[in-house]
Structures are given as C-alpha cells and as structure tokens.
C-alpha cells in the first residue's frame, strides 16, 4: 500500500505530539529532584583564614539538625590539606555535604568524590579542573586588588593589614574584620599552583556562591566557574567573606544541598 506524503506528515506530527510530554515530564522529573538527604557537613576554609571563619554558618547549621565538622586546613599543601579533609570525612556517620570557602574549593574538587559525599558547596570559591592550571586560567579574568597586600616570608604568605580590611574583609564591620586578621593563618607561597588530580564537580551536584562585590576573586571568574559546574548558584551583595558577612544566605545554600531547603 502506496503512503503519501499528506499520510506521512500526519503521522510525524502525531509522533512528535506523543513524544513531547514524555520529554517535558522529564526534565521536569530532573529539576524537581530533590538533592539526597545528608545530616553531616563538612567544611573547609580557604587562604589567610581558619576554622573560625564559619563560626556563624555552624550555629545555624547545628540549629538546623546537622552535625558539623570545621576542617583546620594547614595551607601548607594541597596533598596536606586534602589529607585533614579526609580525616574529617572519615569522622562522618553517613551522607555528607562538603563545602568550602576561596582556596578550600581546590580541596573538595580533589576531595569530593568520596562515597560519603553527596553535594558539593563553593563559596566564592576555586573550582579547578583536573590538571588545570587554575593560576592560568585566573589570569584571564581581572587582577583584583587584595594581590597588592600579599607578603611573603620564609616560603609563606599573609595579607597586609590595609589589604585584609579594605579588600579581603570588606562589607565587614571593622571590629570583626580586626580579629579575622589576627587570626589569619599563613598560607605556603606554593600551594596556588597545586593542580588538582580530579574535579569531583563533574560528578556529584554542586552548589555556587558568588560574592558580587569581591575584591579577592573575580566575580566574572566565580560566575564562570559556577556555569561551568552547572551548579545551583545564588549571587549575594557581599564581599569576599560572604560566609562572615551573610552567613544565613550561605546556612540556607548548604540546607539545601543537604536536602532540606524549604
């Protein structure tokens, strides 16, 4: 039996009009999914800082229900740092998120593909591809200010005082951002170009923090690694230490990497 041309169209259109709800409700089944549920945070602080720097992202977190582990990273090396990581993911009970802030995103990259970790959290945060020449890529997004206050002695670096306060700590009050200082940790000259062996944001969900008013990263960079990750991302009006200066915002991004947003 001869098929004309009217017969095949109808036929195609028919398909076509079959085929679409099952598309649709699709990816509407992927962007409804719900992240899996974890109890356990980890989380992990960059350069020129330590743990204290979650202070006020931990109590909301421990109000929440979870149980929160702050890494002291030594900023001494990647491989050192990844290792405190990994005790610290060791210590968990079961599902766990791994968040980080500025140089700590190089660490859960590398990290993150524990089988304890279920999400993903960067905050203004590196996010460096396997083997990636992160100081490279960096270089093709503006110069920000704070690089001018970074000193170095003896193989390890701090940040001047004006840099800390003016271009690290701002949209911070000035009394905090006084003790942040003190309390920077000094932070090996190498440990920036450590390149990562993996990218654990291919794999599991990940979840952005873009500071639009940092002085310390690019904000175009944080957009661009965000995009690349895919990841859920938020833009807040803070500076770099958006974990000191918004730490609700960023307590609610981490709920909902843990599977309880609202």
């Not at 690019?218 to 991302?233: C, G, H, Q, W, Y």
């Amino acid at each position: 039996m001869a098929i004309t041309l009217k017969t095949l169209r109808k036929l195609a259109v028919l398909a076509i009009g079959m085929l679409s709800p099952m598309v649709f409700a699709a990816e509407a089944s992927a962007q409804i999914a719900k992240p899996a549920e974890a109890r356990n945070v980890v989380l992990v602080h960059g350069a020129w800082a330590d743990g204290s720097s979650w202070a006020e992202v931990i109590a909301r977190l421990q109000e929440a229900g979870l149980h929160v582990t702050a890494v002291q990273n030594p900023l001494t090396s990647l491989a050192d740092s990844a290792a405190a990581t990994r005790r610290a993911l060791a210590l968990q009970d079961g599902p766990t998120v791994l968040v980080a802030h500025s140089w700590g995103g190089t660490v859960i990259s590398e990290m993150g593909m524990d089988p304890k970790v279920t999400a993903l959290v960067y905050v203004a945060a590196r996010a460096p591809d396997a083997g990636e020449d992160f100081v490279a890529l960096s270089g093709k997004f503006p110069t920000m200010p704070v690089r001018a206050g970074v000193q170095e002695r003896d193989g390890f670096t701090n940040l001047s005082e004006e840099a800390f306060l003016k271009y690290f700590a701002n949209g911070i009050a000035n009394e905090k951002a006084e003790v942040l200082y003190a309390e920077q940790e000094p932070t090996a000259a190498s440990l920036f170009g450590g390149r990562t062996t993996m990218a654990a944001w291919r794999s599991k969900p990940s979840w952005y923090a873009v500071s639009k008013l940092d002085q310390t990263i690019s904000p175009d960079l944080e957009r661009f690694l965000a995009a690349r990750m895919k990841a859920t991302t938020v833009e807040l009006e803070a500076g770099h230490l958006s974990l000191v200066s918004h730490p609700q915002e960023i307590a609610d991004l981490i709920l909902a990497a843990a599977g309880r947003g609202k």
